[in-house]
């Protein structure tokens, strides 16, 4: 019986933490959420995991940002100012 209810208080634990994991990690909790956080950290595996992947996704992710085509940031200003100015970004253009 024990057992069956300290699983369940984890699984809850889990369901509060998961929702500010990513703000967690990036340090965007205020710091009753980041005590709490990290103390679930130490004994949840599966949490743990799942800020191992956020980790590994945000690396690559942040290696990658030097990696964006000049041409295409250009393209998507270029359409950011006509939706701004109310245009219709596509208009005048004949499929080329």
């Not at 019986?1 to 990690?25: D, E, F, H, N």
């Not at 945000?58 to 270029?78: I, N, P, T, W, Y």
Request: glycine share 8%; charged share 30%; with cysteine.
């Amino acid at each position: 019986m024990k057992k069956m209810w300290k699983g369940a208080i984890s699984r809850m634990r889990c369901m509060r933490t998961m929702p500010v994991l990513q703000s967690y990690l990036d340090g965007n909790v205020d710091e009753a959420t980041a005590r709490r956080v990290a103390a679930h950290l130490e004994d949840c595996l599966r949490c743990g995991l799942e800020v191992e992947v956020y980790s590994e996704i945000k690396s690559a992710l942040a290696e990658q940002r030097d990696a964006v085509d000049q041409g295409a940031l250009d393209r998507l200003q270029h359409f950011a100012a006509h939706l701004a100015a109310g245009e219709d970004p596509a208009a005048g253009k004949n499929g080329s």
